[in-house]
Nanobody, 123 residues
Framework: QVQLVESGGGLVQAGGSLRLSCAAS????????MGWFRQAPGKEREFVAA????????YYADSVKGRFTISRDNAKNTVYLQMNSLTPEETAVYYC????????????????WGQGTQVTVSS
């Protein structure tokens, strides 16, 4: 069993930045690919970013390329999402997820999910 807890969400002005963190339990964190998703009001959950177990490969939704950066620190059992140049359209609940393969993370097929953290971008 893996527990994921997101933090770092909040209210930010358009054009600003936030860094989200996801802390994972367990001693096998380094074996998992990790990802971030978001769900805006009235919208379906969408893929944002993913990172392989060793951090060697990263993937991003087209809408966030060049602005968001996913990273991980396996020694701290933590994955991060640095979000820059935020827009009001990116207001959503952001979820951390874990799975055994990066490909399945990108497809939303994740074995474990966090509870989500709210990000609100004001205009």
């Amino acid at each position: 069993q893996v527990q994921l807890v997101e933090s770092g969400g909040g209210l930010v002005q358009a054009g600003g930045s936030l860094r989200l963190s996801c802390a994972a339990s367990g001693r096998t964190f380094s074996s998992y690919a990790m990802g971030w998703f978001r769900q805006a009001p009235g919208k379906e959950r969408e893929f944002v970013a993913a990172i392989s177990w060793d951090g060697g490969s990263t993937y991003y939704a087209d809408s966030v390329k060049g602005r968001f950066t996913i990273s991980r620190d396996n020694a701290k059992n933590t994955v991060y999402l640095q979000m820059n140049s935020l827009t009001p359209e990116e207001t959503a609940v952001y979820y951390c997820a874990a799975d055994g393969r990066t490909a399945t993370i990108r497809q939303g097929r994740c074995d474990y999910w966090g509870q989500g953290t709210q990000v609100t971008v004001s205009s």
